[in-house]
């Protein structure tokens, strides 16, 4: 199993459903490896097709095999709303070393409600602690 550190890149999503009736979706994405979650800043006002341009670093350890990408909208006096959600197998980011930014397809409820740009990057334990 690799260890090492895992970079996960949150460009952009483009389609997403609008869940607000009167105002711009705030949305912001949650990215989870394992039992890591990390979460984006909010892309207040940018509705369906917001943008976020951040990086995050996971640690890879036992049982990370896949990254779980989940995009939430922001609301001020209620509970957020969920707007769609993927998995990544991390399989192939392992194999290759990085895996250029892609769209990949949002799912609610098991339909497309739209897509997100990921890009991924595994540096093993070894070269880490080399270049570190």
Known sequence: MPHGQLEVFIGHARGLEDQNWLTDMNPYVVVTCRTEEKKSSTASGEGENPEWNETFLFTV???CD???IKIM???T????DFIGE???SLEEVFDKG???TNMYELYKDDESC???NIGLTFTDR???EENY
């Open 61 to 63: 350890t036992r049982g």
């Open 66 to 68: 896949e990254v779980h």
């Open 73 to 75: 909208d922001e609301n």
């Open 77 to 80: 006096f209620k509970d957020d």
């Open 86 to 88: 993927t998995t990544l």
């Open 98 to 100: 990085e895996i250029e």
């Open 114 to 116: 739209g897509s997100i």
């Open 126 to 128: 070894d070269e880490y």
